[in-house]
């Protein structure tokens, strides 16, 4: 079975400091892979999807940036946190089909972070 | 422009009132639309899935139904545990492998 692992679970960085998020899926191959964001009491945002290796597709212009070196494994990076980017950041991923799978998305754990 | 509109944004219930969580849509191409329970410091937990209009799905005490325009998640008798996020999301025709979420309503039940 597949499983997504996230880390870490929560996360205070002060501004300006740079962030690594990190995501990884075990038990397939050649999944799809998101990044959302999601503020206090509201839906989530797409930030970045990948759709293989070193293929990242931007969503919204912002302080970060997605990296994709493995097949399994996306990152969320920032060079210097600004305040806005604290929230509540789920990493998720779906087999590459066509149509989005009966399942949906399936998401990780989350990680909060809080920038001070 | 497509979009996706939950309502309530939070919802307070007594235990075993029944109530039901509105998901409307307005997309070119609906090819899923799906429902997630998200609890607090969690990411979401699927549901279900509904392709198209007339089209029902029962868990516990939690059915989801799919019109044309909207869906509703319909929860019958609540207990403390329903008490969480519940997101719905669609597919369509023009998002390629992308999901659109709602913002979500926030279910609370007291005992």
């Known amino acids: 079975s597949q499983t997504i692992h996230q880390w870490p679970a929560t996360l205070v960085q002060p501004v300006g400091s740079p962030l690594s998020l990190e995501c990884t899926v075990e038990?397939?191959?050649?999944?799809?892979l998101y990044w959302y964001r999601q503020a206090a009491g509201r839906g989530l945002q797409l930030l970045f999807y990948?759709?293989?290796?070193?293929?990242i597709s931007s969503e919204v212009p912002q302080n970060l940036s997605a990296s994709r070196p493995q097949d399994r494994q996306f990152i969320l990076s920032s060079k210097k946190l600004l305040l806005s980017d604290s929230g509540f950041y789920l990493c998720?991923?779906?087999?590459?089909?066509?149509?989005?799978?009966?399942?949906?998305?399936?998401f990780g754990s989350g990680t909060r972070l809080t920038v001070v | 422009e497509d979009q996706v509109t939950q309502s309530p944004e939070a919802l307070r219930l007594q235990e075993g009132e029944s109530s039901s969580l509105n998901c409307s849509y307005t997309?070119?191409?609906?090819?899923?639309l799906f429902w997630y329970r998200q609890d607090p410091g969690k990411g979401p937990e699927f549901l279900f899935t509904?392709?198209?209009a007339g089209e029902e799905k029962e868990k516990e005490r939690l059915k989801a139904t799919l019109t044309k325009k909207e869906s509703f998640l319909h929860i019958t008798a609540p207990k403390p545990e329903d008490s969480a996020t519940y997101l719905c999301?669609?597919?369509?025709?023009?998002?390629?492998?992308?999901?659109?979420f709602g913002g979500g309503t926030r279910l609370m039940v007291k005992p």
């Open positions: 998720a991923w779906s087999f590459q089909y066509k149509r989005v799978p009966a399942s949906g998305y399936t």
């Open positions: 038990g397939t191959s050649n999944p799809n």
């Open positions: 990948s759709v293989g290796i070193g293929q």
């Open positions: 997309v070119s191409g609906l090819r899923g």
């Open positions: 509904l392709y198209s």
């Open positions: 999301a669609v597919h369509h025709s023009n998002a390629g492998n992308m999901l659109t």
